[in-house]
Each structure stands twice: as structure tokens, then as C-alpha cells.
């Protein structure tokens, strides 16, 4: 049996060393596109529906296990991804960024550049994005990982830790805010404007480290903290500094999940939080700071048939609790307590884990703040809606044209709100409707 302390005191430093792995260009590292290629599977084997993100089991080892599994002699470690989109809105949009109309635009979404990999023990991967809607590059998701076989009270385990920079990135459920559907959006889409702190306000403006236990394919145990960056190393990375709150300290984290196979079916339910103390817009002047703790349950489902057909389902809900010392004294907020609540719900059906139909339901409400919402008529966050989508993957169960690296997945998605920012009528006080975010969207989201 590995001893425990010791891969916990060298954790950090293993998480480093991948950084190291993947430049080196040596046998052990990977490029994302090329893990099919690496581990001898089709895209299939790792994704619902032959394409990222959503893992099925196999993909959720290959992940836990510090993306180091592989079949065959090392490939280049560097990928590269796009999506481009049309969208049409219910209504026209006022105020877009650059040369875009008010509506019926065309735009590449995204650029993402991966260093990606794995050795023994340590893996990763680090990816740069360019924004076509801001027009600028930044970095983007990140998981540095280091993970080690043992056996806990005579059941197989793994122990490992994670470096990342956005909380939940590290984690193998699709039901958690950051690999969570829809998947791929575009940065022209409308919609509403508050979100949960776990789901948005950290985002690649902080780093943590976790540790985290899977004890004989079924226990998930992970714990650890996250820190914000400067705001000079912010501005250098891409983001905007301005734009972006600080963590005071540490913001601990935690999740726990069990999950349980049977036969062609798995399912998971788990919970999971993260506990905040916040510099609202960074300003340490009053010498005082806001607390916001999020905590929530989450549960997914899948159930992949013999002729290759696949169900799954994830569902979640968070509470949010705000205790706005800081904002109240920066009139910022008028309360000084707040919450939230949020409930998502997905089900999806993919026909030979080929072609796929999805609808997402969302319900976000909390108490009304008349400075904290007051870009809503009635001071409310409230919102509703649903997301359909229907995608097809051309090359997920087998070699394209240019090889396993190669992988295209096109979709139409359609966005309906019922309620958006505390209201189904003139929730801005302008005369627009609930219904004027209503969005057509179809995309091509292509992987080398």
C-alpha cells in the first residue's frame, strides 16, 4: 500500500512536475483529441455521444487516474478545437461588442489550444482560448494532476490532487456547473445577468488545490482550497481584472459522490461547497468582506443499451447563502443578507451514441435587492427556461479523413426563457420581454 502521507507531500509538487511532462515532448505525454489514439478507444469510450465533455464511465477513470492510461507510443501533445455558430435572437440585441448587427450574426466563438497530457503518475492538460466575440486570447481551463494506485481497507483506490483554476473543473460528473450542459454557448447568446459565485465569479481568476480519494470505483472523497490571483496576473492572462472579485484567504472546498454500476447502467448522487470570504470588486477599503457560501446536491444517471444507444440524465441544486458586510458598507447592496437557489435539470437520448437530443431545464430565484439587482424593474434575480438540442458527431465511433485526432460535431440549439431577471414582462424596465432572449443557435464545433 502507497503510504498516504507521503503522496499528499508530494502532491503539489507532482501536479508541477506534469507541467514539466508536457513540455518536454517525451513518450509520456498526450494531446486531448489524441487520447482515443493513446488508449487504443474511440472517442465513444470517453463521451456520451462521441464527443466531449460529457464522460462516460471509462472516461471518468481515465481522468481520475491523472489522464495517464495509454495503449501505445506517445503523440505530439498539442490540440487544437473551434466552434463557430449563426444566431438569431427573438428580438433584436443593442450594444454588441465589434462589427456585429443587432441580430442574424455569424461568429467564431472560440479557439482553444491545448498542451495536454500524461506520464506515471502525473497529467493534464492547459488550455488557451481565443474569444471571437471579444476578440483576445486568455487562458483557459486548467487540471494539473497527480494520482496514485493503493488499496484502502482491502478495496481498490485511487489518491490523488488536483491544481486547477476554476472550482469544479476537476470534476468527472457532468452535473457541476463547469462541465455542465449546454456544453458550448456563444458569447453573443442574451440571457440573464446574475449567476451563483460557484458557477461564474472564479472562473480562471483563482487557483486551488484539492486532494481527493476513489475508493473502489464507487466513494469520491475530495478536499481542498482556492486563492485569487493578483490582479496584475490576471490583466497578463487575458482577463480583466477589474471585472473580478478577491477571495480573502483561502475558499475551502469540498465534494463528495458515490456512485454505483449496474450491468449497463450507472448512476451518482453526490453534494458538494464551497465557502467563500470576498473583496467585492477587490476594494479591501472598508476593511471588511462578504461571505458567500454555496452548498448543493447534485445526482446523474446513465444507461448505455446494447445496440448502442445511450439515456442519461444530471440534476442539481444549490443554495446560496450571501452575507453582504462589505457590499452594504460600498452601497453595493442593499440587504444585508441574501440567498439563492438554483435547480438544473438535464435528459438526453443519443441514438447509436451518434445523434442526440437534449432538453436542460433551469429555475434561479432569490430575495430582492433593489441596488445589488438594480438593472431589474423589480430588483429580482428570478429566472427560467429551457435549452433544447439536437447534435450529430460524424467520426466518434471511428477514424475520420485526418485520423483519430480528427472529430466534428454539429448542432442546433434553442434557447426559451420563461422568466429572465425577476420578470416574464419588461423585466428591464425598457419594454423587453422575457421572450426577446429567446435564441436560435446552430454550430460546428470541430477537434484536432
Known amino acids: 500500500m502507497v503510504a498516504i502521507s507521503r503522496i499528499f507531500r508530494s502532491g503539489l509538487a507532482s501536479a508541477f512536475a506534469a507541467i514539466g511532462a508536457l513540455l518536454s515532448l517525451t513518450t509520456?505525454?498526450?494531446a486531448v483529441p489524441s487520447y482515443a489514439a493513446q488508449t487504443g478507444q474511440p472517442c465513444s469510450s470517453c463521451h456520451v455521444g462521441g464527443f466531449g465533455p460529457q464522460l462516460t464511465p471509462f472516461g471518468r477513470e481515465f481522468k481520475l487516474g491523472a489522464y495517464s492510461m495509454r495503449a501505445g507510443k506517445a503523440t505530439a501533445p498539442l490540440s487544437v478545437m473551434a466552434i463557430a455558430s449563426y444566431?438569431?435572437?427573438?428580438?433584436?440585441?443593442?450594444?454588441?461588442?465589434?462589427n456585429f448587427h443587432s441580430n442574424d450574426n455569424v461568429a467564431l466563438d472560440e479557439v482553444g489550444l491545448f498542451l495536454a497530457g500524461g506520464g506515471k503518475h502525473v497529467g493534464g492538460f492547459i488550455q488557451g482560448t481565443y474569444d471571437g466575440v471579444e476578440k483576445g486570447w486568455a487562458w483557459d481551463n486548467v487540471d494539473l494532476r497527480t494520482a496514485w494506485p493503493t488499496t484502502i481497507a482491502g478495496a481498490n483506490a485511487v489518491i490523488g490532487a488536483s491544481l486547477n483554476n476554476s472550482p469544479t473543473t476537476q470534476d468527472v460528473w457532468n452535473s457541476l456547473a463547469a462541465w455542465g450542459y449546454p456544453y458550448t454557448d456563444s458569447g453573443l447568446a442574451p440571457g440573464p445577468s446574475t449567476a451563483l459565485f460557484i458557477n461564474d465569479a472564479w472562473g480562471q481568476n483563482v487557483l486551488g488545490m484539492t486532494a481527493y480519494t476513489w475508493i473502489n470505483s464507487q466513494f469520491y472523497l475530495e478536499g481542498g482550497g482556492y486563492r485569487s490571483l493578483g490582479a496584475n496576473a490576471i490583466n497578463k492572462l487575458g482577463g480583466d481584472a477589474a471585472d473580478t472579485s478577491k477571495i480573502n484567504g483561502v475558499a475551502p472546498y469540498f465534494?463528495?459522490?458515490?456512485q454505483k454500476n449496474f450491468g449497463q447502467q450507472n448512476f451518482e448522487i453526490g453534494a458538494f461547497g464551497l465557502f467563500?470570504?470576498?473583496f467585492p470588486g477587490r476594494d479591501q477599503s472598508v476593511g471588511a468582506t462578504d461571505r458567500v457560501s454555496d452548498i448543493g446536491a447534485d445526482m446523474s444517471w446513465q444507461y448505455f443499451a446494447a445496440n448502442k444507444d445511450v439515456f442519461s440524465a444530471n440534476a442539481r441544486y444549490t443554495?446560496?447563502?450571501?452575507?453582504?458586510?462589505?457590499?452594504?458598507?460600498?452601497?453595493?447592496?442593499s440587504n444585508s443578507r441574501n440567498t439563492l437557489d438554483e435547480f438544473r435539470f438535464e435528459g438526453s437520448y443519443y441514438w447509436r451514441n451518434k445523434v442526440g437530443a437534449t432538453i436542460g431545464y433551469f429555475n434561479l430565484s432569490g430575495n430582492a435587492d433593489p441596488m445589488l439587482y438594480a438593472f431589474s424593474r423589480t430588483f429580482s434575480p428570478d429566472s427560467s427556461g429551457v435549452t433544447f438540442q439536437i447534435d450529430g458527431t460524424l467520426f466518434g465511433d471511428h477514424a475520420g479523413p485526418l485520423g483519430q485526432r480528427f472529430n466534428i460535431r454539429v448542432g442546433v440549439q434553442y434557447a426559451k426563457y420563461f422568466k429572465v431577471d425577476g420578470s416574464k414582462n419588461d423585466f428591464d424596465g425598457a419594454g423587453t420581454n422575457a421572450s426577446a432572449d429567446n435564441t436560435l443557435r446552430i454550430f460546428m464545433w470541430g477537434a484536432y
Do not use: K
Open 255 to 258: 465534494r463528495v459522490a458515490y
Open 276 to 278: 467563500s470570504h470576498v
Open 87 to 98: 444566431l438569431r435572437t427573438h428580438e433584436p440585441q443593442s450594444g454588441l461588442p465589434g
Open 319 to 333: 443554495h446560496e447563502r450571501q452575507s453582504l458586510d462589505a457590499s452594504t458598507i460600498l452601497a453595493l447592496a
Open 28 to 30: 509520456s505525454a498526450y
